[in-house]
């Protein structure tokens, strides 16, 4: 699936969630997710919250594994073992890159690194697996 394509499911199938995100970058290297970071993402502290950029980090990997193997709406997380490295930068979108390592018959791999925009420096990386529905 392309960048349209996924914006396109992403709005059809987790309408409460698109209004959130963006999809910057789609192809075979994997996926580029802007969180679009409002209010509601904030924590005390002026700082996006933990819970968002643990959403921003899965929506970004489930996007990377259906750009590969198409619209499979039952695929779905497994794990996820997430580390804040840094502070987000209120009054920032977040920028998620995911890539798939390893997707195979029933499992999927991936890691997705989370960027204040603009910033050089990771806020936060996550690794993920994901179960594939049976083809």
């Avoid at 698109?18 to 700082?47: K, N, Q």
């Avoid at 968002?52 to 259906?66: E, K, N, Q, T």
């Avoid at 998620?96 to 690194?113: F, Q, S």
């Amino acid at each position: 699936m392309d960048k349209a394509a996924l914006a396109v499911f992403l709005r059809a199938d987790f309408a409460q969630v698109a209004d959130d995100f963006v999809v910057e970058r789609a192809d075979e290297a994997g996926v580029t997710l802007r969180l679009v970071a409002g209010e509601r993402h904030l924590r005390p502290g002026g700082t996006v919250s933990g819970p968002a950029l643990f959403a921003l980090a899965d929506v970004a990997m489930y996007l990377a594994i259906l750009a590969r193997v198409g619209p499979v709406a039952l695929a779905v997380t497994t794990n996820c073992s997430i580390d804040f490295m840094r502070k987000p930068e209120a009054g920032r979108d977040l920028l998620a890159e995911a890539r798939v390592l390893k997707l195979g018959r029933v499992l999927a791999v991936g890691d997705v690194l989370v960027f204040s925009q603009g910033r050089p420096e990771p806020v936060a990386r996550a690794g993920l697996t994901y179960s594939l529905p049976p083809r």
